[in-house]
């Protein structure tokens, strides 16, 4: 049980194209996501808290209006990486609260 | 304010030689911490959690975790290292209080398994 899937597992977009990661919970009903981003050999950092049916709650220092976060059920959260860059290129990892949070397998996002 | 500082950035023992992952946690209320691990291009994957219950916590693959208040200390150990544990660990903080989820993750300890 308590399974997370993120589509697509990898990306390549070309700078000045938005992205759409899809973090779904495939056997329990999540209230609340999480999305982080790992670059290369560091550990993870929390983006924003994504709420169904209510706005995301961003961390400091994460642009909103580049990550677009959408929780529009309870089993599925988006983020949109709108006018990619290449600097946003990085893996990014969503999470799903159930009893604890479990974790998707990642999306490597790489902008050329 | 929640932080976990990792002691070592990189561990390497011998298969079948006892392993031990350092992590020290910092935290205003209650902690609930986390032992979660990565191998490369694959997803994080629970080892085992504390949530103020018994302080000696087992989990899954051998592993083991103690948690000392007075050390503020959650180190991670496993009697004898097998070559699928090589991977990136990282340990996890989580203040409890106010219904606050939010992780906060070290910065990671490579394992190395030297065959």
């Known amino acids: 049980g308590a399974v997370v899937s993120q589509h697509p597992s990898w990306v390549i977009c070309k700078s000045g194209t938005s992205v759409k990661i899809e973090c779904r919970s495939l056997d329990f009903q999540a209230t609340t996501m999480f999305w982080y981003r790992q670059f290369p050999k560091q550990s993870l950092m929390l983006m924003a808290t994504s709420n169904e049916g209510s706005k995301a709650t961003y961390e400091q220092g994460v642009e909103k209006d580049k990550f677009l976060i959408n929780h529009a059920s309870l089993t599925l959260s988006t983020l949109t990486v709108t006018s990619a860059h290449p600097e946003d290129s990085s893996f990014y990892i969503c999470s799903a609260k159930d009893v604890g949070q479990y974790f998707g397998p990642g999306t490597r996002l790489t902008v050329t | 304010a929640q932080s976990v500082t990792q002691l070592d950035s990189h561990v390497s023992v011998s298969e079948g030689t006892p392993v031990l992952l350092r992590c020290n946690y910092s935290s205003s209320y209650s902690p609930s911490l986390f032992w979660y691990v990565q191998h490369p291009n694959k997803g994080l994957q629970l080892l085992l959690k504390?949530?103020?219950?018994?302080?000696l916590v087992k989990g899954i693959n051998g592993f083991e975790a103690e948690f000392k208040k007075s050390e503020t200390s959650f180190h991670l150990t496993k009697p004898s290292a097998h070559m699928s544990d090589a991977a990136e660990y990282f340990c996890v903080v989580s203040d409890t209080n106010f219904g606050n989820e939010k992780l906060t993750f070290g910065t990671g300890t490579r394992l190395t398994i030297i065959p």
């Open positions: 504390y949530t103020s219950a018994a302080t």
